[in-house]
């Protein structure tokens, strides 16, 4: 049995492997005829700035309404959709609907409100990226300066060149840019200075971190300092405690995301206020 070992181990493997790809080939079919059926969702969370109390911005997170499993968060779908290349049609719809839902409120509340949008690297990696988010907004008659897209450092690990003609290009039309989940990638940071950047991300690992003593605080001092000499916009991610949000203020930091203000929640749910008033249930920040 010791010898055979090694073949029953290859074919467990192998095995496996099929009922993976079944698996896999399955729900690719099943998250197409939802794109087709509308069961995903774009819900949206506030950013606020800490400064004037007031929302500086919302972030649109894709869900899926999943008709047996529930409600879907990006990570148990996302990955499917970039390995089968549905996520071209997902960002797509996501952006459309975001632009949408979010025009009446971007368009009439106070110039500093934005709209996040998350792209995968797959997609801005696509030869008419910049073309098809412009032409996007054009639609939905949506200023540029209204959008400010997430991306990730992993993005730029590479060559600087070609991801650079297209943020110079967005940027040129008044598109923001702002890098997620910052300080967990493995670039260098000298694409910072190189790419016009207009926002830090600080990864919720970090913030998570805070508490825990010194040296979670230490590396989200020295984010916070670095955006500061860059003039980056600065948020923190993740925000979900008293203690946390006081740290961050002392620190200087500029905006904060997080469940200590709320969770991403559909567009109907949001309590937008008119324009410039201070959101109600953010009013504890200033
Ligand atoms: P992200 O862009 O870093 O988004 C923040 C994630 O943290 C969201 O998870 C959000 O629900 C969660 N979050 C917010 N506040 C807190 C908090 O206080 N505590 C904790 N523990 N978590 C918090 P979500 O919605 O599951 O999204 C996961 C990731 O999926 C996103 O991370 C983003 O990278 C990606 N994603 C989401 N929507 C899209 C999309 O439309 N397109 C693309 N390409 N990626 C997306
Ligand atoms: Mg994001
Ligand atoms: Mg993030
Ligand atoms: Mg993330």
Not at 70 to 88: D, K, M, Q, S
Not at 152 to 175: A, C, F, H, W
Not at 176 to 204: C, E, M, W
Request: hydrophobic share 35%; with cysteine; glycine share 8%.
């Amino acid at each position: 049995h010791v010898k055979g070992r090694g073949k029953d181990g290859y074919q467990f493997f192998s095995e496996s492997m099929n009922v993976n790809t079944t698996y896999r080939l399955g729900l690719e079919r099943d998250l197409r005829r939802a794109l087709q059926a509308g069961e995903l969702r774009v819900f949206y969370q506030p950013q606020v700035n800490l400064r004037t109390g007031l929302c500086r911005g919302f972030e649109a997170l894709v869900r899926w309404q999943h008709p047996t499993r529930g409600l879907l968060h990006p990570g148990e779908f996302l990955p499917l959709a970039e390995e089968t290349r549905l996520i071209g049609d997902l960002s797509e719809w996501v952006l459309a609907t975001a632009c949408r839902e979010m025009r009446p409120w971007l368009r009439d509340a106070d110039e500093d409100l934005r709209l996040s949008v998350n792209f995968s690297p797959m997609q801005v990696e696509h030869p008419r990226f910049v073309e098809l988010l412009l032409q996007k907004l054009d639609y939905y008659d949506l200023p540029p300066e209204k959008l400010e897209i997430e991306i990730t450092e992993n993005m730029i690990i590479n060559d600087l060149e070609p991801i650079s003609r297209k943020l110079d290009q967005l940027s040129s039309y008044g598109v923001r840019v702002a890098i997620d989940d910052f300080g967990t990638g493995y670039s260098s940071l000298n694409y910072l200075h190189r790419l016009p950047i207009h926002t830090l991300k600080v990864d919720q690992s970090f913030i998570r971190d805070i508490r825990h003593g010194e040296e979670g605080a230490c590396i989200v001092n020295a984010i916070v300092a670095m955006a500061r000499g860059l003039k980056l916009d600065i948020i923190a991610e993740g925000v979900e405690t008293q203690g946390q949000l006081s740290y961050l203020r002392e620190l200087g930091c500029d905006s904060v995301q997080g469940y200590y203000f709320g969770d991403a929640r559909p567009v109907d749910w949001l309590e937008l206020p008119s324009a410039k008033a201070p959101l109600a249930r953010y009013s504890g920040v200033s």
